[in-house]
Structures are given as C-alpha cells and as structure tokens.
C-alpha cells in the first residue's frame, strides 16, 4: 500500500481530533474528483512498517480522539493486506475509533470478503461516491447528499443500514 498524506490532528474528517491516513489508489471516476493525484496506486509514499509504528504510536496522544482512513479509495486496497492489518492493529493496540470513507456503498462492501473484513473493524463509514450535482456545502463530513454516515457495528448487529445519529 502507498499513502498520499497522514493528517496528524484533523477537525475536517470525522468528530473530534483525528489523525487522518489518505491511502493512494482509487478505480472511481467521479466527475469532479477532488484528489486526481491520489487515484494513482503509487502516489506518496510506501506504507511500511516504520510507517505504521509511528502511526500506531501517535494513536495512543491523548489529544487524538480517533483514526479517519480515507484516499483514494481505502476499499480498493485489496492488493495486500496493509490496510486489513492496520485496522486490526489500531483496534487491537490502540482501541481509538475509526471513521472509514468510500465510493462504494455498505452493501457493495459487504458483498466481497476482503473489504467486508476491513468494513468490520471500523466504526463510521461515509458511503457511496461524491456525485457532483447533489453537492452541498452544508453536509458535515461528506460532500454529497447520496453519501450515509453509518454506524456500523449497529448495522451489523441489526442486518440492516443504520445511519448514525447525534453526530
Ligand atoms: S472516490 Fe475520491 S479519489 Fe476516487 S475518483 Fe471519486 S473523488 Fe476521486
């Protein structure tokens, strides 16, 4: 996996503090893509162990309310495992919560075992692709009207898409 950006304390992208991972990579084509540099799977920088024990490490700053995994496209990361391990490792040593963006909707990711087991350790997940005629300014954390904010462990335990509340 190559990463783009890593965000160390971020305000834009989730509740609270977070440090936010920018992965590279992305086979959507939105029309007005924001990040066209990030669509490239060898964009930035190559995600690697050193990488990822500072990340972890950072994780555990009191002033660091969460993790937000966002590209690119974190769910088309399913050319090795870096992103399944990290979001293992985070919950795992860390226990902080994590947001996760993508283009694809809950029931696309939940219909591959691979980004299903991604899906699973997270906790938020802003779905569905940025569609520039349903654009709004004034949604918090998402550009478009089609995209949910989804709780997940809820929507899992309930088979059903439950979209979070009092966020
Ligand atoms: S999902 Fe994001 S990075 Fe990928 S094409 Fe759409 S806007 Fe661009």
Redesign the pocket.
């Known amino acids: 996996m190559y990463y783009a950006q890593i965000r160390k304390f971020d305000t834009a992208n989730g509740t609270g503090i977070r440090s936010s991972l920018f992965v590279s990579g992305?086979?959507?084509?939105?029309e007005?893509?924001?990040?066209?540099d990030?669509?490239h799977f060898r964009y930035g920088h190559p995600w690697t162990k050193d990488v990822e024990d500072q990340f972890i490490n950072h994780l555990t700053n009191p002033n660091v309310h969460g993790v937000t995994i966002l590209?690119?496209?974190p769910m088309d990361q399913v050319r090795d495992n870096d992103l399944l391990n990290l979001v293992q490792r985070i919950k795992e040593e860390t226990k902080q919560n994590i947001w996760i963006y993508?283009?694809y909707t809950f029931e696309e990711i939940m219909a591959h075992p691979k980004t299903r087991a991604i899906l699973m350790h997270c906790d938020v997940l802003v779905d569905g692709?940025?569609v520039e005629n349903l654009k709004n300014l004034k949604l918090r954390f998402r550009g478009s009207s089609n995209q949910r904010i989804i709780d997940i462990q809820k929507s899992l335990q309930e088979g059903q898409v439950c979209v979070l509340e009092n966020y």
């Not at 992305?26 to 939105?30: K, L, R, V």
């Open positions: 992305c086979t959507h084509c939105c007005g893509c924001f990040n066209q990030y669509k590209g690119g496209e993508s283009g692709p940025f």
